[in-house]
């Protein structure tokens, strides 16, 4: 198996499996009394979204208020915060396993590279985990809406060919068309990332611990 293939293979695998881990440390560690009017999986995804600064939209503790209103979960709830480690330490360790996994080297650009595979899975799930708990439901549809998009283009785009010898489906759209789904998408996708940087800039930090962690104890002498 090519290297690449490694990579994505354990990435995922890890990459999901740390979510999940992190995810279930959240769900013993929130109190059984926390917005109770709500189902307790779907709290805690809130609260391990917000411990990678993920804002969560409508919220205030005790109720719903104006679905535009961001809010820090965690920062209202003191004796939560220590859970903004989880995910810092989670995927550091998450890449140092990732580094073990695949084959030895001490150059940093292959320990970063095999740490941060670790990336693939563990964005699938966040991303995965911010739709399916309505984080932010007007980003959440946006991302539902574009799965939808891409889906539906590729099906017409594979019965077009078949209908206009070949013809990619753009060849046969009309330039309005085409360029409305670009700005639509262009739009979606910087809303989608700003919603989401947070829980990219968290992990980001956490392979890079790891791969630094793996570095040492690869390079310098004990």
Do not use: C
């Not at 920062?75 to 915060?81: D, K, S």
């Not at 699938?124 to 946006?142: M, R, T």
């Not at 009309?174 to 968290?202: D, T």
Request: overall charge positive.
């Amino acid at each position: 198996m090519r290297v690449r293939q490694r990579q994505l293979l354990y990435g995922t695998v890890f990459g999901l499996a740390t979510f999940l881990v992190g995810w279930l440390i959240t769900y013993v560690l929130t109190p059984s009394d926390l917005l109770t009017e709500f189902p307790r999986w779907k709290v805690t995804l809130w609260v391990f979204l917000s411990a990678h600064f993920v804002s969560i939209s409508g919220l205030q503790l005790g109720g719903l208020s104006s679905a535009f209103t961001q809010v820090d979960l965690i920062t209202q709830i003191p004796t939560l915060r220590s859970l903004r480690v989880v995910p810092i330490l989670l995927t550091a360790l998450g890449g140092v396993m990732m580094v073990e996994a695949m084959n030895y080297t001490t150059r940093f650009k292959y320990l970063i590279q095999n740490s941060g595979a670790l990336l693939t899975g563990y964005l699938a799930a966040g991303l995965l985990a911010f739709v399916i708990s309505e984080a932010q439901p007007g980003v959440a549809l946006i991302i539902v809406l574009a799965v939808l998009l891409a889906g539906g283009a590729y099906i017409g785009g594979t019965v077009t060919q078949r209908f206009t010898a070949g013809l990619p489906v753009f060849a046969v759209t009309s330039l309005g068309g085409v360029v409305l789904i670009g700005l639509l998408v262009v739009l979606g996708g910087l809303v989608v990332l700003q919603s989401i940087a947070p829980l990219v800039g968290v992990s980001l930090v956490g392979v890079t611990v790891g791969a630094v962690l793996a570095w040492t104890a690869r390079n310098v002498p004990s």
